[in-house]
């Protein structure tokens, strides 16, 4: 499962001239469901960034934030959205919580934008996104069995344009990511703070 991610101002500015786009919606910093954050999607046959809400309503009016790309073909919910309406959502990273409910932060070893892939749809009259998870890799198995489908930058274009390429992209086995505990980082500020004195 994938609820809170975060985006730094740098990730805005590379995914930016990677893409070679310009937009003045900026969300940095942490963002988790019910916010509109930033997007890539499909317009005119180029890529286009806006915001966008997270979270479609489910039965019952519950809130869904992720589909299961396994299943994604089969649910009603979803079939006309993976066919039709993808997007991806760029990120600095994503959080997890282990068995100790310790927040653990995701994020590729070079620190460079992650793409995570994702549906939208027409929801409560305002465009709404789910993002697509997939079995952890080794990287995450020890703290959570799903993550997000994970896109390279290369991969962006086929995702948003090429129908063809959806199935394909969605079993690519993601790539290897760095994990920091949040009590990791607090370790490392609190010893900085003692050799000081």
Known sequence: ????YYLDPDIEDSVERLFNIRTDYRTSGDVTPGMSPLILHGRNGKIAADGMYWGMTGSGGSMIINARSENVYDRAMFRNSIADRRLVIPASGFYEWDRDRNKVAFSLPDSGPLFLAGIYTLDRNREAFVILTTSANRSMKGIHDRMP???TARDVTNWLFEPD???????KVPPKLTA??????ISLFQTMLLEKQ
């Open 180 to 185: 920091k505990r949040e009590y990791e980082q």
């Open 165 to 171: 390429r959806t199935r394909e992209l969605l079993h």
């Open 1 to 4: 499962m994938c609820g809170r």
């Open 149 to 151: 489908v994970i896109l």
